[in-house]
C-alpha cells in the first residue's frame, strides 16, 4: 500500500501561483512514475503532469510552460509549481502513484482560480 497526502491548494487570483505537495509513505519501492491529475466540475479526471522514477517528465499541453513537476527523494514528495494560473485551471488536484498492476490515489486538494 502506498498513501498520497496532498497540500497546498486553495484559493488564487488569475496570473497567481500556486505549489502543491504531495508526500507519500507506505510501500513507494518500485513507484514506475509519480504524478498529478485534475478534475473539473463536470469533466474526467486528466493527466496534468508525471514524473517517473528516472526523472523524465511530461505535462498536458494546457499546461506546458507554466507548471513544473519535480521530487524530493530525501522526503518521499513531488511537488507541482503551478504558475499564470487561469480559471480554467480550477479542479481538484489529484495526486497518483504508478506501480506495477497499481495505482494510488490521494484524496485530492481543491485549486480554485477566480477575481
Known amino acids: 500500500q502506498v498513501q498520497l497526502v496532498e497540500s497546498g491548494g486553495g484559493w488564487v487570483q488569475p496570473g497567481g501561483s500556486l505549489r502543491l505537495s504531495c508526500a507519500a509513505s507506505?510501500?513507494?519501492?518500485?513507484?514506475?512514475?509519480m504524478g498529478w491529475y485534475r478534475q473539473a466540475p463536470g469533466k474526467e479526471r486528466e493527466l496534468v503532469a508525471r514524473?517517473?522514477?528516472?526523472?523524465?517528465?511530461n505535462y498536458a499541453d494546457s499546461v506546458k510552460g507554466r507548471f513544473t513537476i519535480s521530487r524530493d527523494n530525501t522526503k518521499n514528495t513531488v511537488y507541482l509549481q503551478m504558475n499564470s494560473l487561469k480559471p480554467e485551471d480550477t479542479a481538484v488536484y489529484y495526486c497518483?502513484?504508478?506501480?506495477?498492476?497499481?495505482?494510488?490515489w490521494g484524496k485530492g486538494t481543491l485549486v480554485t482560480v477566480s477575481s
Open positions: 497518483n502513484a504508478n506501480k506495477p498492476y497499481m495505482d494510488y
Open positions: 507506505g510501500s513507494i519501492f518500485n513507484v514506475n512514475a
Open positions: 514524473i517517473t522514477s528516472g526523472g523524465s517528465t
